[in-house]
């Protein structure tokens, strides 16, 4: 599963990632963070449907984002 | 691990080393940001980052110091070109960046920008155009678009009295020495990939000694235009782009 890592305290709710994410999962939190900005997040729900496309991150002025991508392991029988 | 999942991950995105890990004084939404993330992967890139000698302006990004890991000389207000006019020819070997504010290149620093263009000095500027003094609280600048308002055009900036922006791409790419000139946005993903060849040819042509490099980034002001961050950005496609539009102005490369 392709995911991403907002880091709170880095993240100013800007929602500029939220405007860029194809697949619109990204919204603002309850949550405040100590300089009181209120975070941005992926909710638990929406998760499965990150493409791991970075879009958000580079989109990110305070580069608060980071991406994960699934990639198919080609020797799972190895593993 | 007997229990290892067959999808693995691969972290995809993450911050240039030359970036430093810390937050910055940037209001939400602020583009500098951005920029300065793509200015630290360029210098990456072409693996630069250990000879190069940056010069910072005055205006918000007058704090380049703090985030790009690169030695840097503060320049007095649009002093830039000139500052790094005398550090590049001082030092040849360097790769010599100026980031500059548009007030800072297109107002009190237009004789400096202009002559070192003109002088085809071998240096690379980042021109950062938010249409106002951000830092000082948003007063008219020199690429502020008719009919926008700002604290010292209240009413809108009128072009009978203040006359038009200026479209500093277009009248860089005019004097011979210039190898590069291009304007770029940042307002989306497809703009910021054609923002990062701009920017790397920008590098290039000082690489290559070419000449003068020059990009124009259109970023926002959030604060001083008092739009919403995402407000703000939809302004850059709906009213930037069309006054200021994007596209390489000059490339020394496609010439002959
Ligand atoms: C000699 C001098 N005159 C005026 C100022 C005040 N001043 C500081 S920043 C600035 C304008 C900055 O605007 P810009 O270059 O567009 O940068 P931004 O903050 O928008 O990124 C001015 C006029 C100064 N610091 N020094
Ligand atoms: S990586 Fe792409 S899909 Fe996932 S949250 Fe970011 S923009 Fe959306
Ligand atoms: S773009 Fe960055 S700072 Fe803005 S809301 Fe998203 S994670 Fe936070
Ligand atoms: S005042 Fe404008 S240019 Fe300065 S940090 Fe805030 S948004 Fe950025
Ligand atoms: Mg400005």
Redesign the interface.
Known sequence: ???IVIDE??C?????C???CPKTIIAASSRFNAKG?KVAEVPEAAKDKCT?C??C???????A?????????KA?EN? | MSCQPDIKEELVFDRPAALADVPTHYCPGCQHGVIHRMVAECLEEFGLVERTIAVSSIGCSVFLYNYILVDTVEAPHGRAPAVATGVKRARTDAFVFAYQGDGDLASIGLAEIMHAANRGERISIVFVNNTVYGMTGGQMAPTTMIGQKTTTCPAGRCAEREGGPMRMAEIIASLDGVAYSSRVAVDSVKHMAQAKRALRRAFEVQVKGEGFGFVEFLATCPTNWRVSAVAANERVAKEMIPGFPLGVFKDAAKED
Do not use: F, H, N, T
Request: glycine fraction near 6%; aromatic fraction near 6%.
């Open positions: 599963m392709s995911r305290e880095r100013k709710g800007c929602l500029l939220a405007q860029v900005y791991g970075a879009a991150a580079q989109m990110c002025p305070d580069v984002i980071k991406v994960w991508r699934s990639v198919k392991s799972k593993d």
